[in-house]
């Protein structure tokens, strides 16, 4: 009895390996989608723009914004680190360079190591603005958690998250590439960590 049972369970456990791998495309499609919440932008008070982004995709997505009539400024987080030269002192040329008006953009300088302080920082800098509703624009891949953390460290204030494109992350195909298994590890990792308080 002892012997089938045990048979019976490798053939279980070969049977959902066989399914686990034939539907990856599926399951793994829900792991990129689950971590993109992106909203349509709306009329807006400011757009902030988090730092992270090493190829101007958010600068440019926080300027298209203004073109379009959303918000009237750009407010760009600048972490230093970069070589001691801050993230938004790179940003804002970037976009200048793509064609953007300078006085779009407001450079917001910060010591930010994470979405957390990063969130911290700027809540404090929006209220001191008098600014309360906001378009948040991050990595497509970022958004979900970046929501959660800027709506639980800023309850006072509105954000709207919107989705800057990542040519390395495709949410239904990200496994394909080094890169884009690199980011949704990265995130995954830092959604765990969120969810358990680490």
Do not use: C
């Amino acid at each position: 009895m002892a012997r089938v049972f045990r048979r019976s369970l490798l053939w279980a456990g070969a049977a959902a390996l066989v399914a686990g791998v034939a539907l990856h495309p599926v399951w793994l499609g829900w792991l990129g989608a689950y971590l993109v919440v992106a909203e349509a932008p709306a009329r807006a008070e400011m757009a902030v723009v988090l730092a992270g982004d090493y190829r101007g995709n958010r600068v440019v997505k926080g300027a298209e914004l203004v073109k379009q009539g959303f918000v009237p400024r750009v407010l760009v987080s600048g972490p230093d680190g970069f070589y001691g030269i801050h993230e938004s002192d790179l940003a804002i040329p970037f976009a200048v360079r793509h064609g953007y008006p300078r006085d779009w953009f407001i450079p917001f300088l910060n010591k930010a190591r994470s979405t957390e302080e990063e969130a911290n920082a700027i809540a404090r800098e929006l209220e001191r603005m008098g600014v309360r509703n906001i378009l948040l624009v991050t990595s497509d891949y970022h958004t979900r958690r970046a929501a959660r953390i800027f709506r639980s460290r800023a309850p006072g204030l509105r954000f709207r998250v919107i989705a800057a494109p990542d040519e390395d992350f495709q949410a239904q195909s990200w496994w394909r590439t080094r890169q884009g298994r690199k980011q949704a590890f990265y995130e995954w990792a830092k959604t765990v960590a969120g969810w358990l308080g680490i």
